[in-house]
């Protein structure tokens, strides 16, 4: 850990600079607390909180000048994170803290308990960057998006969910939403209000890119050529949550067939939605299916695919822990097998000598039963939104679920029994 390529003052400066931020970003909690507020208790705990970050400055000032990088993450910890580390714990760990924040969402929006939260990473982030492997992964140009994009989406997330908390509380009192507590009649011009502040905004994001890109060279490498490609080959951070899909399903599947049906259900989500509750106002109580759906598909099921092929994505595209160093000769003994094999082994046929239209005859009806025997068993047990969305609404809607959760049923089959297909018919190239 402390090798002369990695015990490097340079490093130590710029923990002491992340460190800086993190005080100062406590001592304006702290301060907001102490002369908005009016809670010196909680000014206090901040307060505290951005002296022990100011410690971590100061540990690491001294060994910068002192030519050491400082201290690091115990490599025992590391090691337990890395056994503990994969595919299948990543996303448990992301559907149970997805529908915890949801359950718990009046606990874990509160303002302290968030702040927190926010510490607990920043602290985590610190430590685990004094580790060579994770450094050097996070730190490229191509992965500085990735720590803004997950800030950035559990910003908003914890905003959106607040106003909801907020907003149910007052409707349960009879009180009008916070959004409307002034007035319906409250209203701004487009110019020149929305004007100056969008022009404000394109300055200062402009401003942003700039010192972005003179401070961030741009990865450019030289020219493609198939003598020689990078390992790993990532597409672009925006683009990783597709790359993961196409590593479950075909490319006419996953580039073609499910982003059509997500824009297809962006396009039909206003003409779906038969909840007149929750127009110009945040709310939770009152579209629970509508936000939970969203959020499930946004956050879990694409924010979370982009992280995952950042971090545990490496060479030759195989799972590494967070902590592991990318070998390019880590080989993987997978044995991927189609659904018909491991049906016609149960009664000891082999596949391969079948014609495909009997070999594949289990897959075909697990596909059909999946997209049309579903929907009438969930018109049952949805029976009340059945009802209000009428037939076309409700089986359109049936329909878009079924997409965006043929995604993570595909994705655990393949992470526990090696499914690779369902369906395999390469006579036609058309596999599922």
């Known amino acids: ?78 090691d337990r994170i890395n056994s503990l580390a994969g595919p299948i714990t990543y996303t448990a760990v992301s559907v149970i803290g997805f529908v915890a924040l949801l359950v718990g969402r009046g606990f874990f929006t509160r303002p302290a ?18 580790e060579p492997n994770f450094r050097g992964n996070m730190t490229t140009p191509d992965n500085v998006p990735i720590p803004l994009l997950i800030y950035s989406v559990g910003f908003t997330t914890w905003l959106a969910l607040r106003r909801g908390v907020l907003n149910d509380a007052r409707i349960a009192k009879g009180e009008a939403p916070l959004e409307k507590s002034d007035g319906e009649d409250d209203k701004v011009l487009v110019w020149p209000d929305l004007v100056y502040t969008e022009l404000i905004a394109m300055i200062v994001c402009t401003a942003l890119l700039i010192v972005w890109a003179i401070v961030l060279k741009a990865p450019l490498e030289p020219p493609a050529t198939t003598a020689k490609a990078p390992n790993p080959s990532k597409a672009p951070w925006y683009f990783l949550g597709l790359q993961e899909m196409l590593v479950y399903y075909d490319p006419w599947m996953a580039g073609v067939v499910l982003p059509t049906m997500i824009v297809i259900g962006l396009i039909a ?41 950042t971090i545990l994505r490496g060479p030759n595209w195989n799972f590494f822990a967070p902590f592991e160093f990318w070998d390019t000769h880590k080989v993987l003994n997978l044995n991927n097998v189609n659904l018909s094999t491991i049906f016609w082994n149960w009664f000891g046929r082999d596949a391969k000598v079948m014609p495909w239209y ?36 409700f089986f359109l809607l049936v329909n878009l679920l079924q997409f965006m959760a043929a995604l993570p049923i595909k994705m655990i089959l393949r992470w526990t029994i090696n499914l690779k297909y369902i369906v395999y018919i390469p006579e036609y190239f058309f596999n599922i």
Not at 113 to 126: D, I
Not at 291 to 304: D, E, P, S, Y
Request: aromatic letters at 18%.
């Open 358 to 393: 009997t070999r594949e005859i289990p897959g075909i009806l697990v596909v059909l039963g999946y997209l049309f025997a579903l929907p009438p068993l969930m018109a049952k047990l949805m029976r009340g939104f059945f009802i209000k969305m009428g037939f076309i609404r």
């Open 1 to 78: 850990m402390h090798g002369p390529e990695h015990d490097s003052p340079a490093l130590a400066y710029g923990l002491a600079s992340f460190y800086v931020v993190c005080v100062l970003l406590n001592l304006g909690f702290a301060a907001y607390y102490w002369f908005s507020a009016k809670d010196k208790g909680q000014a206090t705990l901040w307060g505290a909180v951005g002296g022990l970050f100011l410690v971590h400055v100061l540990i690491y000032l001294v060994a910068g000048l002192g030519g050491h990088s400082g201290p690091a993450a115990p490599q025992a910890l590391l």
């Open 113 to 130: 308990v968030a702040w927190a939260m926010f510490n607990l990473s920043l602290f985590f982030v610190g430590w685990a960057l004094t």
């Open 269 to 309: 989500l206003p003409y779906i939605d038969f909840n007149p509750k929750g127009n110009g106002y945040f709310t939770f109580a009152e579209r629970k299916f509508a936000v939970t759906t969203f959020l499930f598909g946004f956050v879990v099921l694409w924010v979370t695919l982009i992280v995952l092929g």
